[in-house]
Nanobody
Framework: QVQLVESGGGLVQAGGSLRLSCAASKIIFSIYRMGWYRQSPGKQRELVATITSSSDTDYADSVKGRFTISRDNAKNTVYLQMNSLKPEDTGVYYC????????WGQGTQVTVSS
């Protein structure tokens, strides 16, 4: 069973930075598309960023230029560097692994205060 464990969330002031990590196990990590999604209060879960097995990246328009997704296949870990954080970035951030089906982590809370 695929396991995804997120870490790095917390409380930060607007304009600050956070780095999220997601450690994967029980998968051949390098062949999976990895991603970060978030769910804000009262909203549906939305895509933040994805990175393919060949390290092609895609971002939501709202985070382009501020967030960077990366992966380290040797460590089975995907990262999300979040800079210039805004209050609207607040939410629970979920790690996703996709190959034929979705796998999800338990989520990590990010709170950005104004």
């Amino acid at each position: 069973q695929v396991q995804l464990v997120e870490s790095g969330g917390g409380l930060v002031q607007a304009g600050g930075s956070l780095r999220l990590s997601c450690a994967a196990s029980k998968i051949i990590f390098s062949i999976y598309r990895m991603g970060w999604y978030r769910q804000s209060p009262g909203k549906q879960r939305e895509l933040v960023a994805t990175i393919t097995s060949s390290s092609d990246t895609d971002y939501a328009d709202s985070v382009k230029g501020r967030f960077t997704i990366s992966r380290d296949n040797a460590k089975n870990t995907v990262y999300l560097q979040m800079n210039s954080l805004k209050p609207e970035d607040t939410g629970v951030y979920y790690c996703n692994a996709y190959r034929r089906r979705d796998h999800w982590g338990q989520g990590t809370q990010v709170t950005v205060s104004s």
